[in-house]
């Protein structure tokens, strides 16, 4: 062997080496050593959800639908306002129906069916201890609240329509009928006077501003907040402040 064939085995010899060590030490390095202690930090916890959105009232009531909750504001006047971000009353439960007022039907259609959280929440409140107190009695019928984002709620939407019942304050709750058949009264003569009115001094109780009544009906309350209306002989018309 030349002294040049013999200087080129030497280098590649020695690289080789070389390699064989530096792959050696790279796998050293991946392995943990026995010695250290291992590392026991919890990893971060998630964050807990955000709790759902309640009626300004209070906890709402239960329902056997469940309903969108959100806060809601009552712009202006009944007469002239408009309703934002609103809440939709289920088409029914255990403690009432919907009535339509312009199909002559339950359900009443969905776009009619909105009030603030506040409305939504007593209404459901004030049925469920009626209907504690009087489980005998027929479900009671919820006609018009508001349209979805308020405003006017004239005869362009059916019947007679409402100067009010525009900024998601007003209800008209169907007194109860002496048949218990669950539409509305046709008369004051169909009423169930009595149950009537512990409706009426159900939602007194609430905290209602108003609630007019039927004269023909013969319901009594405080003057300042139970009135008689006419065109009212087959619902009382509740309005909170």
Known sequence: MSPRSAIVLLVSLALAVLGVSVALAAELMDEPDPALPVSTVPAPAPAPPEPAPQPANGPPPLTDTPIHWRHSRAVGKPFSGELVDGVELPAGGRDYFTWDS????????????????????????????????????????????????????????????????????????????????????????????????????????????????????????????????????????????
């Open 102 to 241: 312009e199909l002559k039907r339950k359900p009443s259609r969905a776009w009619r069916r909105y009030g603030t959280d506040r409305l939504v929440s007593t209404l459901l409140q004030v049925l469920s201890e009626y209907r504690a107190a009087h489980p005998e009695a027929p479900r009671v019928g919820i006609g018009d609240l508001s349209r979805p984002n308020g405003g006017s709620f004239d005869e362009r939407y059916g019947g007679l329509g409402h100067s009010s019942h525009q900024n998601g304050l007003d209800v008209d709750v169907y007194y109860p009928r002496a048949d218990r058949a669950e539409r509305r009264p046709y008369s004051a003569r169909q009423v169930e006077r009595a149950l009537a009115q512990a409706l009426v001094d159900r939602f007194v109780a609430a905290g209602a501003k108003y609630v007019f009544v039927g004269p023909r009906v013969g319901l009594r309350g405080p003057r300042r907040v139970v009135s008689p209306l006419r065109h009212h002989d087959d619902h009382l018309h509740v309005r909170l402040r």
